[in-house]
């Protein structure tokens, strides 16, 4: 499965970016989705992850109330909202696929995207 995140950039704090995730594969509906983030000098993070059908999603304590996961199966599509973005928010951000349809913390993300970078200044 490939992946290819899209939709960062340069937003001043307080302000919002919506990422997209997209695959060309339709086997990507099956599959539970992650978001993940590096900042510099940092090891990569768990963000948010969404089960194939989109019905329970889970998030780091850090966006929580801020980010939004989702997913569109028939666009082969993978969203994350972000809202109220602060500086320690940026970072690149990867998206991932876990070849399993309900998301687990056990289970490794096989397939991963290039990352895009979001830079929040204050």
């Known amino acids: 499965v490939q992946l290819q995140a899209y939709g960062g950039g340069l937003v001043q704090a307080g302000g919002c970016l919506r990422l997209?995730?997209?695959?060309?594969?339709?086997?990507?509906?099956?599959?539970?989705m992650g978001w993940f983030r590096q900042a510099p000098g940092k090891e990569r993070e768990f963000v948010a992850a969404?089960?194939?059908?989109?019905?329970?999603?889970d998030y780091a304590d850090s966006v929580k109330g801020r980010s939004t996961i989702s997913r569109d199966n028939a666009k082969n599509t993978l969203y994350l909202q972000m809202n109220s973005l602060k500086p320690e928010d940026t970072a690149v951000y990867y998206c991932a696929a876990q070849n399993r349809p309900f998301y687990s913390t056990d289970w490794p993300y096989h397939y991963w995207g290039q990352g895009t970078q979001v830079t929040v200044s204050s």
């Open positions: 997209s995730c997209g695959s060309s594969r339709r086997t990507f509906r099956g599959y539970a």
């Open positions: 969404i089960n194939f059908n989109g019905e329970s999603t």
